[in-house]
């Protein structure tokens, strides 16, 4: 079946430091795939998104390249601030008109001034 | 982007009651809206797939009697959670994705926060 595999959380960093959030996926098609983000009190944003193999999504400072041979997006940002606490949620999406979205667990981020 | 609107945003109701969440998209008409559901420290799971004048498609395990859903416009999609119990408390938030196009981006509501007491 499909599903998303992310590391664990909460993954605490000091300002300006380099973030890693691990994302692996299971699919059975040619999924696109997705980071979204969600506030505090606040629903899903998209992030970024990738919708075939080694392209790169990129926006706000945070990338993530679409890696078939490895089955991985991983978020990277090169200077995280404290505005990017939140929880990060990688998903796919299987083609169709009716994309559902399977969402990983979500990693929690926390950065600290 | 575009925006959809979740309401209320949060809603504390006794056990045996019913509570209509409404999900609409205010800037783009919505084929298709997603009914998610997530549990504290777990992923959203997905609840049920609605389509504009036509039932819903709930996903395994999800109780079609105790999650209403109504799709009656291609803007407003309602989620009635029926008899609810403690257990039934969550946040739960809806997607939507714009007609006439395959994009592969859906549009998140705020979610609500559901207490049952």
């Known amino acids: 079946g499909n599903s998303v595999t992310q590391m664990e959380g909460p993954v605490t960093l000091s300002e300006e430091a380099f973030l890693t959030i691990n994302c692996t996926y299971t699919a059975t098609g040619y999924p696109s795939l997705f980071w979204y983000v969600q506030y505090p009190g606040e629903g899903l944003q998209l992030l970024l998104k990738?919708?075939?193999?080694?392209d790169k999504g990129s926006n706000k400072g945070f990338e993530a390249t679409y890696r078939k041979e490895t089955t991985s997006f991983h978020l990277e940002k090169g200077s995280v601030q404290v505005s990017d606490s939140a929880v990060y949620f990688c998903a796919l999406s299987i083609g169709g008109a009716t994309n559902k979205l399977i969402f990983g667990t979500g990693t929690l981020l926390a950065v600290q001034p | 982007g575009a925006v959809v609107s979740q309401h209320p945003s949060r809603v504390i109701c006794k056990s045996g009651t019913s509570v209509k969440i409404e999900c609409r998209s205010l800037d783009f008409q919505a084929t298709t809206m997603f009914w998610y559901r997530q549990f504290p420290k777990q992923s959203l799971m997905l609840m049920a797939t609605?389509?504009?004048?036509?039932?819903?498609?709930?996903e395994q395990g999800v109780e079609k009697d105790k999650f209403l859903i109504n799709h009656a416009s291609l803007t407003l999609s309602t989620l009635t959670v029926t008899s609810a119990h403690p257990e039934d408390s969550s946040f739960y938030i809806c997607?939507?994705?714009?007609?006439?196009?395959?994009?592969?981006?859906?549009?998140f509501g705020q979610g609500t926060r559901l207490t049952v007491v």
């Open positions: 609605s389509n504009e004048g036509s039932k819903a498609t709930y």
């Open positions: 997607s939507a994705r714009q007609q006439g196009t395959m994009n592969t981006e859906a549009f």
């Open positions: 990738a919708t075939k193999a080694d």
